[in-house]
Nanobody, 120 residues
Framework: DVQLVESGGGLVQTAGSLRLSCAAS?????MAWFRQAPGKEREGVAG???????SYADSVKGRFTIPKDNAKNTLFLHMNSLKTEDTAMYYC??????????????????WGQGTQVTVS
């Protein structure tokens, strides 16, 4: 079974930058990042299709990018101009053999353990 391991979270000041990484133990056609803030539901942040197409939540467009290194099965989330409302637990997710990003939480069967991002 594929496993996902996130890293790179931490504490950053408002307007700062942070880079998250997600190492997958196998081939993963479509991957995405979700987040969950205290007291809120999980939400899709960004996703990348198997053909390299990307999608972003309106709240992060222009600030976040989601590059992927297919040779290393590693997904990244580059976060710039961070805001306090970006504070959340960030999860790397994967949806089996599906190739296209889906912003709905229930579409994903495999979740990493999460990495905390705190913006102050």
């Amino acid at each position: 079974d594929v496993q996902l391991v996130e890293s790179g979270g931490g504490l950053v000041q408002t307007a700062g930058s942070l880079r998250l990484s997600c190492a997958a133990s196998g081939v993963t056609p479509c991957m995405a990042w979700f987040r969950q803030a205290p007291g809120k539901e999980r939400e899709g942040v960004a996703g990348i299709d198997s053909d390299g197409g990307t999608s972003y939540a309106d709240s992060v467009k222009g600030r976040f990018t989601i590059p992927k290194d297919n040779a290393k099965n590693t997904l990244f989330l580059h976060m710039n101009s961070l805001k306090t409302e970006d504070t959340a637990m960030y999860y790397c997710v994967q949806r089996g053999a599906y190739t296209d990003y889906d912003p709905r939480t229930y579409a994903y069967t495999l979740w990493g353990q999460g990495t905390q991002v705190t913006v102050s």
